[in-house]
């Protein structure tokens, strides 16, 4: 059974910094990417974040030059250092792990206020 357990949420200011972890634990084999997700109120949920076993990165435009995605493959965890925090980036932050199939965290609040 594979488990993704994220921490790091919370209330921000505009302008300041949190850094989101995901750590998976459980029968894991043949990852491919992990990544970052968030879904505002009333909104879909998209992309933020994607690096691969290898360290190929991808952000989403709308993050870029802010946030930094890394990982650590020895632990199964991977980062979200989120810099230059915006309200507009207020949502649940969920971590995937993509192998033939996807997992996901159960999702944190990360809010900024302006």
């Known amino acids: 059974q594979v488990q993704l357990v994220e921490s790091g949420g919370g209330l921000v200011q505009a302008g300041g910094s949190l850094r989101l972890s995901c750590a998976a634990s459980?029968?894991?084999?043949?990852?491919?990417?992990m990544g970052w997700y968030r879904q505002a109120p009333g909104k879909q949920r998209d992309l933020v974040a994607t690096?691969?076993?290898?360290?190929?990165?991808n952000y989403a435009d709308s993050v870029k030059g802010r946030f930094t995605i890394s990982r650590d493959n020895a632990k199964n965890s991977w980062y979200l250092q989120m810099n230059s925090l915006k309200p507009e980036d207020t949502a649940v932050y969920f971590c995937?792990?993509?192998?033939?199939?996807?997992?996901w965290g159960q999702g944190t609040q990360v809010t900024v206020s302006s």
């Open positions: 995937n792990m993509r192998t033939y199939k996807d997992y």
């Open positions: 459980g029968s894991i084999f043949g990852i491919t990417a």
């Open positions: 690096i691969t076993r290898s360290g190929m990165t």
